[in-house]
């Protein structure tokens, strides 16, 4: 591997960029691909480029088909995260889903009798305010948000930043009214209708879930839709 190409490597594994690495398995050439950009000595037609892309969603490494070149694209992702705004009931079965899924919990709620080890052992909680919290845990493009508390003093905060971040999920419970009422206040707040439109509202996808545990699944299916989108 050419020094440069090591250190732009490097770079996107701090930056927590996703890349990946495409060698030609003749020639030893490579090229860095990421999802807006590519960059190397090894030229890649748009179809590899695509299929690369793919690879990089799917988190699957891999020979790339090619008819006139052998490739091998090995995938660097960031770790999946999501960060649930509002310990409630909801949170504690969609925790366990998330972490079958492969994502690191993070659960953010001020409330302490809400946010307790009891609750949710094993999960990293914080008591700070929830803008304050999402700002230092930082959100990049594996970063799902889902605020649960209904409560705006909680859910509006936490939605300013994560509507302004690189998170690629956000989604907030509450009726269709209460997103009116929510989209309301984003605005009053100063974010665009195209930032306020990333809000997935009401949260998860429509299976007619009554119960927590249902809740829960329509929400990690939806997470799941979106990380997983063409």
Do not use: C
């Not at 950009?37 to 699957?60: H, M, N, Y």
């Not at 992702?77 to 690191?104: C, D, F, W």
């Not at 009798?113 to 609750?119: K, N």
Request: a negative charge; charged letters at 25%.
């Amino acid at each position: 591997m050419q020094p440069d190409t090591l250190e732009k490597l490097l770079s996107a594994l701090e930056n927590k960029r996703p890349v990946a690495l495409v060698s030609e398995l003749e020639t030893g050439e490579q090229a860095l691909v990421y999802r807006d950009s590519t960059e190397g000595g090894l030229e890649l037609s748009d179809e590899q480029v695509a299929a690369v892309r793919a690879a990089i969603r799917d988190d699957k490494s891999g020979r790339i088909d090619s008819e006139n070149t052998k490739l091998f694209a090995k995938v660097f992702n960031p770790p999946k995260r999501m960060i649930i705004v509002g310990a409630v009931h909801i949170a504690q079965p969609l925790v366990t889903l998330a972490q079958t899924s492969g994502y690191e919990v993070v659960i953010v709620d001020p409330r302490g009798a809400f946010a307790s080890a009891d609750r949710f052992p094993g999960v990293t909680l914080t008591e700070d305010w929830p803008d304050d919290a999402l700002n230092e845990l930082g959100i990049d493009t594996r970063t799902a948000v889902v605020t649960l508390t209904h409560d705006p003093k909680l859910d509006d905060p936490a939605l300013e930043v994560a509507l302004r971040s690189d998170a690629f999920y956000i989604g907030s419970l509450g009726s269709k009214r209460t997103h009116a009422r929510r989209v309301e206040r984003l605005t009053e707040a100063g974010l665009s209708e195209e930032e306020i439109a990333r809000i997935h509202a009401p949260v998860g996808l429509a299976i007619n879930a009554k119960s927590p545990a249902e809740i829960a699944i329509s929400i990690m299916a939806q997470v799941t839709q979106v990380l997983r989108a063409e």
